[in-house]
């Protein structure tokens, strides 16, 4: 047998998981229901945007079947997020026996002060598990509007599984469910067998705090583009570096590293479209190259060089950085990281020149809006 199939092999036996990436929402959703449907024991799902429309309605049948069945299942959904999330899908759930929780609802507060100021934080994480044994993290929401977006969620088998359920039980307590009821969950003798399991795995997890520093991930930005040897590559659906950020691109430019920034054409939020050009100038002066894609990529991913990935819920904005929880995984598996890079590199021959002509040279309406942003992007 040849020594590399060998070895493949054996990294496989010494990572103790599986997993398998997919690069478009349809392709996860399709994933994520027949992980569901074949749930014998319990369903976890944390979720920013699920609505009852065509799309989430198959999710929302499917879930009160298995309820019903007798699995456990539990919904955390975002106040703002799912605000569409209807009141009669709320209360098919829990009649069928599905506990949902609401993170941060936007029910207004005597002291209007104080709930306009907690207005802004939400839970952006999208964390789906399933019997313990399966979980998918990364960007993919549920609404029918997204049905043709690119994404990244990236799914795992395997002991490591339980992190996310410690994760979830914890989320759960803070929006109001019971301890006793996911105590199951937060074992303190799986502490042990996770620090065995993890290997080449970390996870990263958001949970704002006033201090800048710390925001895990805007240190795991900072991070790996400051030790990037050959190449930096960056999956973003809305781009608002930081200042730092942007020194880092500079360097790393002066050291030879290759700094791709992969990003839509155009997004769901408008705004953000021109905070991006604001930012595009200044990146390209660093030594950043664009590629810009006509149809809307909503995945979030970094690789380096061929040594480190990320898949997670986290923007490259501040908001998303300091004031949203988040979460989501960095790997140092090769074979995972070889994997990631061939769904970017995939991207990267989509896109077209032609898009960063007319995003580098906007109308005069494009300019002036792009001149306001400047006033505020520091506050994105």
């Not at 609404?143 to 795992?156: A, C, F, H, T």
């Not at 054409?265 to 705004?271: G, Q």
Request: charged letters at 25%; hydrophobic letters at 40%; aromatic letters at 14%.
């Amino acid at each position: 047998m040849p020594f590399f199939i060998i070895s493949r092999i054996l990294k496989y036996m010494n990572r103790q998981f599986s997993y398998k990436f997919y690069s478009s929402t349809n392709l996860a959703w399709q994933a994520m229901y027949e992980e569901v449907l074949g749930a014998i024991e319990s369903v976890y799902w944390e979720i920013y945007t699920f609505v009852d429309d065509q799309i989430g309605n198959k999710f929302i049948d499917l879930l009160c079947d298995k309820a019903r069945q007798g699995v456990d299942v539990k919904i955390i959904v975002d106040g703002l997020g799912s605000f569409n999330l209807s009141r009669l899908a709320m209360n098919r759930l829990k009649a069928s026996g599905v506990e949902v929780l609401i993170f941060n609802s936007m029910s207004p507060s005597l002291n209007f002060r104080q709930w306009w100021t907690g207005l802004w934080l939400r839970d952006h994480c999208k964390v789906l598990i399933v019997d313990g044994e399966t979980s998918f993290v990364g960007g993919v929401n549920v609404q029918s509007q997204m049905q043709n977006w690119d994404d990244i969620y990236l799914k795992l088998n395997g002991k490591v599984v339980r992190w996310f359920g410690r994760y979830f039980a914890r989320k759960y307590i803070i929006c109001g469910g019971q301890r006793s009821k996911v105590r199951h969950l937060l074992h303190p003798k799986l502490n042990q067998s996770l620090q065995e399991v993890k290997g080449n795995l970390k996870f990263l997890v958001n949970i704002p705090y006033l201090r800048k520093s710390s925001s895990p991930f805007r240190s795991f930005y900072h991070q790996a583009i400051a030790t990037a040897k050959n190449s930096f590559n960056l999956l973003t659906p809305y781009y608002a570096p930081d200042p730092k950020f942007l020194e880092l691109i500079y360097k790393a430019s002066r050291r030879g590293v290759k700094i791709n920034i992969i990003m839509p054409f155009k997004n769901d939020i408008k705004l953000m479209h021109y905070v991006a050009r604001a930012f595009y100038a200044i990146s390209k002066k660093a030594g950043a190259s664009f590629y810009f894609l006509s149809n809307f990529n909503h995945g979030k991913a970094v690789t380096v060089d061929d040594r480190l990935g990320m898949v997670g819920s986290a923007n490259l904005t501040k908001h998303s950085l300091f004031k949203n929880h988040e979460t989501g995984v960095s790997f140092t598996d090769e074979l995972m990281v070889r994997d990631l890079n061939s769904i970017l590199d995939k991207w990267k021959n989509q896109a077209d020149p032609l898009l960063e002509e007319d995003f580098r040279r906007p109308s005069w309406t494009n300019k002036f809006k792009t001149w306001w942003v400047e006033k505020i992007k520091n506050k994105i």
